[in-house]
């Protein structure tokens, strides 16, 4: 037992003295979402996937990705969400498809005609493209998802503080 506690006050000195042991010990903060959509190689990073950081999010009180400017997964295992100071389109997260399968909005888009506003939004990342360019079978140049479908346009105020 004293050797335990000696280890970790060895621990605990190198964490306080130094940045590399402190990162290397602790870990870092992984980036996961940038100006409202999710970063593929976060996912990889943490070994997650987009369901998993989609709910994470929901937890935060997120409802739509494009209000999101930044999302860090700490090294304590927290997430950090770093909200735009006013509301953007963007992929719905509430409620969760595979909970409300037919919700308006989740049905796949394929006539860029019917996109609101000219724009789709990637199922997988939520990236936005003009859908003339995304549609009927464009792969998203982020994450090279198949699947767009239409943007959530918030109301101001929707998204918590």
């Avoid at 006013?86 to 049905?107: C, E, I, K, M, N």
């Avoid at 998802?145 to 101001?156: H, L």
């Amino acid at each position: 037992i004293t050797g335990v506690i000696g280890m970790n006050k060895v621990l605990d000195l190198l964490i306080l003295r130094s940045d590399s042991a402190k990162h290397m010990i602790d870990g870092r903060a992984v980036a996961l979402v940038h100006d409202g959509r999710l970063l593929p190689e976060g996912m990889d990073a943490c070994d997650m996937g987009s369901a998993e950081i989609k709910a994470l999010l929901r937890q935060n009180g997120v409802r739509n990705l494009g209000a999101v400017e930044h999302a860090y997964l700490e090294s304590s295992g927290g997430l950090s969400v770093f909200r735009f100071p006013s509301p953007r389109p963007g992929l719905s997260l509430v409620p969760p498809h595979s909970v409300v399968p037919d919700q308006p909005g989740a049905a796949p888009l394929t006539d860029p005609a019917l996109a609101p506003g000219g724009l789709t939004c990637c199922a997988r990342c939520g990236a936005i493209e003009a859908a003339h360019v995304a549609l009927p079978d464009g792969r998203c140049g982020h994450c090279g998802g198949k699947v767009w479908v239409a943007p959530e346009t918030p109301m101001a105020g929707t998204e918590r503080s």
